[in-house]
């Protein structure tokens, strides 16, 4: 610790009689740091535990399905599948059901293309579910 210390004390009296190369330092860290800050705030957003009260006692269910050119799409199902599924469930408090789509979005403008998603009635209830467990078509 006291050569870290020492090095510290020589590398700050050598920047404060370099203003010049001081700024050189200082403005090259800025510049190559800052590209980086987005990547690093989306990946500490995905180390945040989920908004939900209890995270992990949502499940997301679905079914693979191959397709014609025999890649495999993953967790989907269709909405008689769901409808059976909240029927039958015996062990679950809530099931919700999504499915996303791109759309062309047009107001005031040239259309643009949109990510949405459709849900069912109770889907944002089903997140807030609290205590009760839930499930997520």
Known sequence: MGTLAQNLRYAI???RNNPGFALV????LALESAPTRPYFRRLFALL???????PGKLYHFG???IQNDNSTN???ASYP???DWKRTAKSVQSFAGYSGDAFTLSANGEPKN??????TPNFFSTLE???RSGAIF
């Open 48 to 54: 945040r535990p989920l908004p939900y009260r209890e």
């Open 25 to 28: 330092v200082v403005l090259t």
């Open 81 to 83: 599948d769901y409808l």
């Open 13 to 15: 009296r050598t920047l």
């Open 63 to 65: 079914e693979s399905r």
């Open 114 to 119: 949109t990510f949405a998603l459709q849900v």
């Open 129 to 131: 579910c609290g205590r």
């Open 74 to 76: 993953g967790a989907q």
